[in-house]
């Protein structure tokens, strides 16, 4: 406590000080997106310039960043945010351009019932600004590139492959890469004339769709005849859960797991129902019975909390939490954590009673 008429102490005065840059930093940025969106002081915001339908589900977005941008690597992904009546939404989206030039694309397929992607389908024009986050991710090539990279990808899995792809287009270095791709019909193909153009230039292509004789999806025989030394290659691996699962499983046969990169687009499998747990939660001072059903995010929501998050898949981590006591399950990796650790809620559940920092 300060009596009156004593000098303030310096934390006071920094605390001071620091509030009053706040609220003049809040000021400054209100106004200069009233002259121009893009005007921030240090968010990173974008311009759509470009809207392309790629498929009848699949529409490409170009954008130009703002200065605040500092670029990407091929495969990584942004958090895109956007405004759907008055509440601000956060999801994640694979960059699907290289990296080079002033714009990026983001392809973005339309999800049943998703709040999001069907704005972005039906209501994103171009002259609208976005809002991003750096790019994240380690879904990437290496600095040294291997000799013969193998891509095996499936729907709108394809994307972070288009971008690496497009970096060794660019580089003239397509020749010794191959991508099997697998999609429901010839006309869900993404990006199938750059594809072709790829081919053209080098590229060993392999297209397998459902509606062409043989199998469906990714099958183990089939592939392992296209590419018969794919336990030898370095291998990025994106789509659906099945394919994901099949695909692991093939590697793990010829134990080539070490060789095999991964990206999930959806979230994992929800394991079955656990038991009810006690949890409480160590700010808001509530005890709560959680019934095990669905993500520990899912069942704080139902109980009337409402934590942060943003993808709900495991990805941009908006709704890491610190774990006070107990023990968790990570769904994704099925690792058990005892120790006091931060968690995200999205991919977790409960094994035991737990105190949660929220």
Not at 110 to 138: C, F, P, Q, Y
Not at 339 to 355: G, K, N, T
Request: charged share 25%; aromatic share 4%.
């Amino acid at each position: 406590m300060r009596v009156p008429g004593e000098n303030p102490s310096p934390t006071h005065t920094s605390l001071r000080s620091a509030a009053h840059r706040l609220r003049l930093d809040r000021q400054a940025s209100h106004w200069l997106q009233k002259i121009d969106p893009l005007l921030t002081l240090g968010e990173v915001r974008a311009r759509v310039v470009g809207i392309l339908p790629e498929t009848s589900e699949v529409t490409s977005f170009v954008l130009r960043p703002n200065g605040h941008w500092r670029g990407h690597r091929a495969g990584q992904h942004t958090l895109l945010e956007v405004e759907i009546d008055g509440v601000r939404h956060q999801r994640p989206f694979t960059i699907a351009s290289p990296p080079h030039g002033d714009t990026l694309v983001l392809t973005v397929k339309r999800i049943d019932g998703g709040k999001v992607t069907n704005h972005l389908h039906d209501g994103l024009r171009v002259g609208d600004v976005v809002g991003l986050s750096e790019a994240r991710g380690d879904f990437v090539l290496p600095d040294q590139r291997p000799e013969r990279p193998l891509f095996v990808t499936a729907g709108s899995g394809i994307t972070p492959a288009l971008a690496m792809l497009g970096e060794l287009a660019n580089a003239g270095e397509l020749k010794g890469a191959t991508l099997v791709h697998h999609a429901r019909s010839r006309t869900d193909i993404i990006a199938r004339d750059r594809l072709v153009r790829w081919a053209d230039a080098g590229l060993e292509l392999h297209l397998f769709t459902d509606d062409q004789p043989g199998p469906r999806g990714f099958d183990a025989d089939r592939f392992a005849a296209t590419v018969p030394d794919f336990d030898q290659r370095e291998t990025w691996l994106c789509g659906p859960p099945p394919v994901m699962q099949s695909a692991r499983a093939l590697w793990a046969l010829r134990d080539a797991l070490p060789r095999l990169h991964t990206e999930r687009f959806v979230a994992a499998p929800a394991p079955s129902a656990g038991r009810s747990v006690q949890v409480t939660l160590r700010r808001s001072g509530r005890t709560l019975t959680l019934d095990g059903r669905g993500s520990l995010l899912e069942q704080l929501e139902r109980a009337g909390e409402r934590p942060a998050y943003g993808c709900r898949m495991g990805i941009c981590h908006t709704c890491r939490c610190p774990k006070v006591a107990g023990t968790t399950r990570d769904r994704e990796t099925g690792a058990i954590s005892t120790e006091p650790r931060p968690i995200r809620l999205c991919v977790s559940d409960a094994r035991s009673d737990i105190e949660l920092d929220l």
